[in-house]
């Protein structure tokens, strides 16, 4: 029997936009699994990848986890978080990175400076999106969304959603597929 991560991955090799419903910090490993699917590769030029999340302390958690396993395959994680340098950021952007990792704020502010090209994303995740909303983040994810290249969109839950948030998926990602993680 194929296990949660599995079945996860294939939806996503299928092409499928993709909604999960899990734990966040519980599934590191599944999220880094998508993200080397993805970006499998070192490439020069524009991130790849932005995994938006909901705030600082979970995005640094997450790019810790993946900067350690991500030197083996010799790509490299930026931190864009509110509680940081603004201009090292967006210098470390500027010199290159495969994925993004940070809050939806301080990643439409480095956006709008023009401190990186979005055109040859591959994925865009939100780590649990319904909390990125209720913090009145929306239109910030709205500005980046809008601007997507054609590229995989996974959005993980954590909680019951809204009927504003169904709605607000449907817009943002078009048809996807659900998954949700079994109970243990």
Same mark, same amino acid.
């Given at each position: 029997m194929e296990d949660f991560n599995g079945k996860t991955r294939k939806l996503l090799r299928s092409g499928n936009a993709? &909604?999960? *419903?899990?734990?966040?910090? #519980?599934? $590191?490993?599944? $999220?880094?699994? %998508? @993200? #080397?699917?993805c970006i499998p590769e070192p490439k020069e030029g524009s991130p790849r990848g932005i995994v938006i999340c909901t705030d600082d302390q979970? +995005? *640094? +958690?997450? +790019?810790?986890? /993946?900067?350690?396993? $991500?030197?083996?395959l010799d790509l490299t994680v930026d931190l864009i978080v509110e509680k940081?340098? *603004?201009v090292r950021q967006r210098n470390d952007l500027f010199f290159g #990175?495969?994925?993004i990792v940070g809050t939806p704020k301080r990643i439409?502010?480095?956006?709008?400076?023009?401190?990186?090209?979005i055109g040859e /994303?591959?994925?865009?995740?939100?780590?649990? /999106?319904?909390? %990125?909303l209720k913090s009145g983040n929306k239109g910030f994810v709205n500005r980046i969304s809008e601007s997507l290249p054609r590229c995989?969109? @996974? &959005? @993980?839950?954590? /909680?019951? *959603?809204?009927a504003r948030v169904t709605?607000? %998926?449907? #817009? $943002?990602?078009?048809?996807?597929?659900s998954i949700e993680e079994p109970m243990a």
């Open positions: 993709l &909604v999960i *419903r899990s734990e966040i910090e #519980t599934n $590191f490993e599944l $999220f880094q699994d %998508i @993200v #080397t699917d979970i +995005a *640094r +958690a997450f +790019a810790e986890y /993946l900067e350690e396993r $991500f030197k083996k940081g340098q *603004r #990175t495969e994925l439409c502010e480095m956006y709008f400076q023009n401190g990186f090209n /994303l591959k994925l865009f995740m939100l780590l649990d /999106l319904n909390t %990125i995989r969109k @996974v &959005v @993980v839950e954590t /909680l019951d *959603r809204e709605e607000y %998926i449907k #817009t $943002f990602m078009g048809g996807y597929k």
